[in-house]
């Protein structure tokens, strides 16, 4: 947003992150990942509210807190989607954002070191790679998915998203190539753009129904900037309808339990949250070619520290999860349901607790759940966390269909030639019915880190923005970023936000 908006030199363009610059070396080398992941560095580490499907634990909420975002902390899959999300939020009431409408700016912000075609583009900030240095275990999950006899595909953003494939990345020379690394790094000083940093917003301030500007907090200071045109919020599923909350602009009974003034009644805010629901096992396994916490890792470091720096390769340009799948749960479906991730690696709880050795590892996400959740406030300060509730596995068709997409994840797992490993996995022993199953999910399932919906683009009376993205009721403001999503997308949610940014910009310079 910030770049496409300052780009002509005609508007004056203000920044304004809560975190610091994207200065950290474990961002930029992509096997920093697991050491942010579970760590309050470069991350707002937020949790849920204890979740009843959840047997009662609290889910973790990984969110990029630096320059970038949560580009900068994930694990960098290049994932659009299916062509039925789209023409989905199209089907709803969102003119415009049809999958051929939204087509050209995924396009449009892609350098795709394949090259463009129908589907891709080349040129734009966002460079789009294969994984440089892939584990050999990963061939050899797909090489098991089609032992199982089940499809492959060439470009998970192509023709066919359904089947196994190799994930497209965003890295440029082995480096992560964040959102800040695209579209910010490149204009650094570029005269009509301000950033600034470690900077808390605290409200949007209001001029009746009309926003002017905002107010933050930095160091234990309250500044306020005011803006000629207008207010752009992009503080993601959880910030944006805090922020809008705290300035009045929300459900009337959730401001007037915190003593906030009502400046704006609108019940959609914070309402609509929906994410990924994720289960992984674990398999172990010594190996001097896994990753994990080992002796043959500690010994690989110094050569795989020199391989980085002089070549850009080697496995510390992994995103770990480096090869995945989109699959049926049902064979009469119309779309894939489920998301496999392939990690050469053990991994547990974000990485919060730490299984010592080596081994492998697959995810299998519920792509489109039923499950519904809410955003709200425990208090009016802005430097309290939000309150989150996803309602993790809320709705009773969500566990039937992770457990059919458990089933069909293990059965890859143990299929040659992935099946030379325990014939058990760590975690899912005794698994001999769907009862069992389930109690296994439920124990130990969380997020795959795509919260959306909570500032939900539509028609309806609790649509918060408009097809223009304009907060309802309120002018000179919007929100661009992945709340807007009226439903949660089959696939990962970095590249359609940035798409969605792509689009605003064009939008917002087109009524200028």
Known sequence: MANR?????????????????????????????????PTRHVNWALETVPQKGLNGRRGFQPRGKTLGGSSAINAMLYVRGHKWDYDHWAALGNQGWSYD???????????????????????????????????PFTAAFLQAMENRQLPLTEDFNGPQQEGGSLFPVTQKNGLRHSAAAAYLTPIKGRENLTIITTAHIARVLLSGNKASGVEYIKGNKKHTIKARKEVILSGGAFGSPQILMLSGIGPDEELNQHGIEVRHHLPGVGQNLQDHIDYISNYRRPSWTLYGYSWSML?????????????????????????????????????????????????????????????????????????????????????????????????????TRLIKGFKIMRSIMEAPPLNGLPEEDIFGQNMGDDRAIEQEIRSRADTVYHPVGTCKMGVDDMAVVDAQLKVRGISNLRVVDASIMPTLIGGNTNAPTIMIAEKAADMILSER
């Open 5 to 37: 908006l300052s780009a002509g030199g005609k508007y004056s363009v203000c920044l304004l992150e809560a975190g610091a610059r994207d200065w950290s070396p474990l961002i930029h080398i992509p096997a920093g990942v697991p050491l942010i992941l």
């Open 101 to 135: 409408d939204i087509l050209p700016y995924f396009k449009k912000s892609e350098n795709n070191e394949g090259g463009s075609d129908q589907y891709h583009g080349t040129g734009g900030p966002l460079n789009v790679t294969r994984p440089r240095s892939p584990n």
């Open 299 to 399: 010994l690989r470091l110094p050569w795989a520290g020199l391989r980085f720096l002089f070549k850009r390769a080697g496995f510390l340009t992994t995103t770990y999860a480096e090869a995945g799948a989109f699959l049926k749960t049902d064979a009469s479906a119309e779309i894939p349901d489920i998301q496999l991730h392939f990690v050469p690696a053990l991994v547990d709880d974000h990485n919060r607790k730490i299984l010592l050795g080596t081994g492998v590892s697959c995810h299998v996400c519920l792509l489109r759940p039923k499950s519904v959740g809410s955003l709200g406030l425990i208090s009016a300060n802005p430097l309290d966390p939000p309150r989150i509730d996803p309602a993790f596995l809320s709705h009773a068709d969500d566990i």
